[in-house]
């Protein structure tokens, strides 16, 4: 299933709800400062039983005809029924099925919190769950009186009523988030194998966007491999869903062509009567002019001629050829990782980067939509490490992207090209998603 928006900032639930009236997402959820103002009438959240109009009426002859053959035999069972109940009833709060029906009844309350729902950037909603040891509950506070927040001793939240929205039976409740193991010597040996066995090993269905996140997180995958698969005909969806893990809003289409490059080592036998050169450039293309179309004066056609035209200006690098000879690869390491969130306009933490020993002949330039940079080039001229910070200026889920540059830029590994980043208010510092499903599995 997609990848959503977690309760580590990294994964998600994902849920079978028990209601089919319940809506297909919730959004993100973040610890309340205070309860946001009443919701005005009406609202546009659906109603529990706002669904009852997407079934068609019975008619007369068929609603009788069915109620008399499913009704037929009630009297016996609720005769049954009233007999059991009298006799429980009958043995008082003695009786043996009252002690442990009282002191340990079968749904027991684990933990219960208010909420705001995200709704977007500038719009939050209260919510309650309450999570039981065999169910989960997401649930709309009902406000009664507005007055009540004004007052300086504010209503305890779980006295308050609400409206059940969603419920998740515990047993179809799970985690779902990046794909973490794919064999590497397999993937050079034999791409479509490798991942066929990974996916059957997780007993899960081929999953295209946790796929390319995966190949795109996977800094030691064999690039030469990696360029022939997303290249064949068969891979274009997981090479669209690979480009959009880049993010090319906002970036220069040179820029990020040269990145993307440097993360491929482009085979120079055709497929299927066509260059993979010509593959992933047109794909990259059409990914960076749908991202950019809005901002840019010019057509897709134009757009694809730039691409060519940036080739010949300056020479392209791609990654090494795994059996090619030469100095080995040298690693790239963080002293303080990358920050995956930003609170607006606020610097991040120093981000330090190190490499072995100092190399004039090695610099790493940061680009990012909306992201400014107290120092956007990171030279290694006279020292091993460099260091940064980042301020998100705008509300956002953005990229920050990183080029290699120098003569030695091809020798440096560990780097990851893009890396996102959430830019938000002070308050979802601590943020989770949840992801529901509706009636037919679908999000």
């Known amino acids: 299933m997609p990848q959503v928006s977690k309760i580590t900032k990294s994964s998600s639930i994902s849920a079978s709800p028990v ?49 008399s053959s499913q009704y037929s035999d009630f009297p016996s069972k609720c005769a049954v029924v009233m007999e059991h109940l009298n006799e429980m009833l009958g043995r008082g709060p003695k009786g043996p099925i009252w002690p442990s029906a009282i002191n340990d009844p079968p749904r027991k309350l684990l933990l219960a919190a208010p909420v705001l729902q995200v709704v ?39 006295d308050r009523k609400s409206v059940i929205k969603n419920v998740v039976l515990l047993r179809n409740l799970w985690f779902s988030g990046e794909l973490k193991s794919l064999s590497h010597a397999q993937f050079a040996n034999d791409a479509n194998q490798a991942i066929m066995s990974l996916f059957n090993n997780l007993r899960q269905a081929d999953d295209p966007v946790a796929l390319a996140q995966l190949l795109f997180c996977t800094p030691e995958i064999d690039r030469a491999q990696l360029s022939d698969y997303l290249s064949s ?19 220069r289409m040179d820029k990020v062509l040269h990145i993307f490059l440097q993360t491929m080592n482009v085979p120079t036998h055709a497929t299927q009567g066509a260059s993979p050169l010509d593959i992933l ?111 998100g200026t705008l509300f956002s889920l953005t990229t920050l992207l990183m080029l290699h540059s120098g003569s030695n830029a091809l020798l440096y590994a560990g780097l990851p090209p893009s890396w996102p980043i959430s830019v938000e208010h002070a308050f979802m510092r601590n943020t989770f998603q949840i992801t529901l499903l509706n009636h037919t599995n679908a999000l």
């Open 19 to 67: 209601e089919p009236s319940a809506p297909s997402a919730l959004g993100t959820f973040t610890s309340p400062p205070t309860p946001s103002p009443p919701e005005p009438a009406p609202s546009s959240t659906p109603e529990p039983w706002s669904s009852l109009s997407d079934y068609p009426q019975l008619t007369t002859s068929k609603s009788s005809s069915n109620t």
């Open 120 to 158: 977007n950037s500038d719009m939050v909603k209260d919510c309650f769950l309450f999570l039981f040891n065999n169910i989960f509950i997401v649930a709309k506070p009902i406000i009664q009186d507005p007055d009540a927040f004004l007052k300086l001793m504010k209503p305890n939240p779980l």
């Open 233 to 251: 005909r068969t891979s274009h969806v997981i090479l669209k869903h690979y480009l959009d893990v880049f993010g090319f809003t906002g970036v």
């Open 281 to 391: 450039l047109d794909s990259f293309a059409s990914q960076w002019y749908d991202a950019n179309g809005k901002q840019v004066a010019y057509d897709k056609d134009l757009a694809y001629s730039d691409i060519y035209a940036s080739i010949y200006r300056k020479p392209l690098s791609q990654a090494r050829h795994p059996s090619s000879n030469g100095p080995i690869e040298i690693t790239v390491t963080f002293k303080c990782t990358l920050p995956s969130h930003l609170t607006y306009k606020v610097q991040s933490e120093p981000v330090v980067i190190r490499i072995p020993q100092a190399d004039p002949n090695f610099t790493i330039k940061l680009f990012g939509h909306n992201l400014a940079f107290e120092l956007p080039v990171l030279s290694f001229a006279k020292s091993s490490e460099a260091s940064f910070r980042v301020t």
